[in-house]
């Protein structure tokens, strides 16, 4: 099974500032990565996937970078509604598909 | 637009069993794999099995051990989780969720259903 590993657990940041978020594969899951934003009783809602392409009315603002082991998400001009928990997660061929921990954007 | 609606969660004893339920609508259903992952209250994402478009194959979590099993019925546009043999570390929220593929190859998820709540207590 591949362990996916997000750092930093929290991050606390201003809004208006850039906010980068790491993830960090076991073994290589090549562009095979995916990012969704979870609010407070929301279902998650999908970002990012294949590790750099933004899905269907995500801001701009919202980008994804890396391939094989290691993973970024950078959010560059964090508006209020951004601050969430974020999750990485490979789908790299075949099951399990396993998620990162998450890393909790917080209001500095 | 894609909807994904589940049903089916509440309340049961340790040992009881469940069948989640996940009404599709807004694409050919029987054209897509679909997943089920669940979120535990306060904590990260997992994901549990995955069927393929046709239901002939499926994959679990290896913390299924047997317990659950993953349908579908592509005439009622609808998936199925059977759980059995439910433990309280069971309660979660659990998520349908659509595969941008047939099978049960490696696809992003998207979109995700509300959720339905399962506690298992006694």
């Known amino acids: 099974e591949i362990v996916m590993t997000q750092s930093p657990a929290t991050l606390s940041v201003s809004p208006g500032e850039r906010a980068t978020l790491s993830c960090r594969a076991s073994?290589?899951?090549?562009?095979?990565l995916a990012w969704y934003q979870q609010k407070p009783g929301q279902a998650p809602r999908l970002l990012i996937y294949?590790?750099?392409t933004r899905a269907t009315d995500i801001p701009a603002r919202f980008s994804g970078s890396g391939s094989g082991t290691e993973f970024t998400l950078t959010i560059s001009s964090l508006q209020s509604e951004d601050f969430a928990i974020y999750y990485c997660?490979?789908?790299?061929?075949?099951?399990?598909?396993?998620f990162g921990q998450g890393t909790k954007l917080e209001i500095k | 637009q894609v909807q994904l609606v589940e049903s089916g969660g509440g309340v049961v004893q340790p040992g009881r069993s469940l069948r989640l339920s996940c009404a599709g609508s807004?694409?050919?259903?029987?054209?897509?794999?679909m997943h089920w992952v669940r979120q535990a209250p306060g904590k990260g994402l997992e994901w549990v099995a995955v069927?393929?478009?046709?239901?002939?194959?499926?994959y679990y979590g290896d913390f299924v051990k047997g317990r659950f099993t993953i349908s579908r019925d592509n005439s009622k546009n609808t998936l199925y989780l059977q759980m059995n043999s439910l433990r309280p570390e069971d309660t979660a929220m659990y998520y349908c969720?659509?595969?941008?593929?047939?099978?049960?190859?490696?696809?992003?998820?998207?979109?995700w259903g509300q959720g339905t709540l399962v506690t298992v207590s006694s």
């Open positions: 969720v659509k595969s941008e593929k047939a099978t049960i190859m490696g696809s992003w998820f998207d979109p």
């Open positions: 807004g694409f050919t259903f029987s054209s897509y794999g």
């Open positions: 069927i393929s478009y046709d239901g002939n194959n499926k």
């Open positions: 073994q290589s899951v090549s562009s095979n």
């Open positions: 294949g590790a750099s």
């Open positions: 997660q490979h789908y790299n061929t075949w099951p399990p598909y396993t």
